[in-house]
């Protein structure tokens, strides 16, 4: 399934492509370690100074594959589950990542963006966290890094609500840098990367390592982790992702826990 997660090195920019568009790019467990590979490979090989994320079709991607999520809260899922491993990239990348982000950003869409340097959206962009109307909770480190990005009120609102932000607002409220129209997207993004691979790279690995604590993102990571795993295999859930098989509005009101 490699096919759905391309990646081309390019003049010390390696630029990662959702490429599944009529699933909206919605992540499965092969999808993640295409990408958890690509963000190994952009640690170990000194060819490679910037990792720009983009995907292809009119959305970013809808996160998480609802699928995966269902076969996961079924016990279906066995291996390794590379997601933790893709997070785990995020949480310790010193390379500079840079999102190119139209349409749909969905959960794991729009908590990636939280490591990502620079965030460059579409006027398309829709940034959504619904995590809670799924049964789940946030993930990413996003519970620690969301409200300190955007404060308490809105990231509540984002993972309880599950109200969606804009690609002005996202600007406004600092989780993008700007908003460009969606023909110049990858064009911005690539312009970006093209600037930060002339910088000298220690200094960037540096500058951004002074401006992110990997230890507290770590280990919110993993407070995060238990909880999210143990809620995937809950009543609540269960219904969440029979629902939305069925394209449907879930009823929580007769499921407990
Ligand atoms: N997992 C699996 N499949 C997904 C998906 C996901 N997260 N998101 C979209 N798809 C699939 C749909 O099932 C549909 O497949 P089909 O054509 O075989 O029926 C296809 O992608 C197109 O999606 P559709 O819902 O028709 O597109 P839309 O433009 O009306 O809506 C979204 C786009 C992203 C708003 C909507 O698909 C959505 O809400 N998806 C779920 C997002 C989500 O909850 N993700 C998990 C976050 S933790």
Redesign the pocket.
Known sequence: MTEHVTTALDAGILTVTLARP???N?LTNAMYGVLADALQRAETDPAIRVVVLQGDGD?FT??????DFAAQSQGLHKGERHVLRFLDGLARATRPLVAAVQG?A???GTTMLLHCDLVYVADTARLTT??VN?A?VPEAASSLLLPARIGYARAFAMFALGEAVDAATAVAIGLANAVVPQAELRARARAAAETLAKRPLGALAHTKALMRSTDAIRAQMDREGAIFQERLKSAEAREAFTA?AERRQPDFSKVTG
Request: hydrophobic share 50%; proline share 5%; net charge neutral.
């Open positions: 009529d699933k909206k919605a959305s809808a996160g998480n594959d609802l699928a749909n969905v959960g794991v619904p995590f799924l789940l939305f």
